[in-house]
């Protein structure tokens, strides 16, 4: 592994997006190897389950700000 962006940084962003040590492990092991294309495939599944979390949290909120806006439609609050 080559460049100014050591290991040692690469786990660290991995920790701070919420990467297991299991994908972490194997992020690095690809790297090691030189299977470029399989660590960003770990990259990107991990990427769309964020995602998946993000929609799923936003769903709620709207939720939330829907009854919110019943409510004072209704002067009940």
Known sequence: ????YGEESIVR?????????DI???FIDDLHKEKYSEGLKLLRLHRQTLLDELHKEQKRIDCLDYLV?????EKMI
Not at 15 to 21: K, T, Y
Not at 69 to 73: D, E, I, L, S
């Open 24 to 26: 972490i492990e194997a």
């Open 13 to 21: 962003n991995l920790r701070d997006s919420g990467c297991g040590e």
């Open 69 to 73: 806006y019943k409510m004072k439609k």
């Open 1 to 4: 592994m080559n460049g100014e």
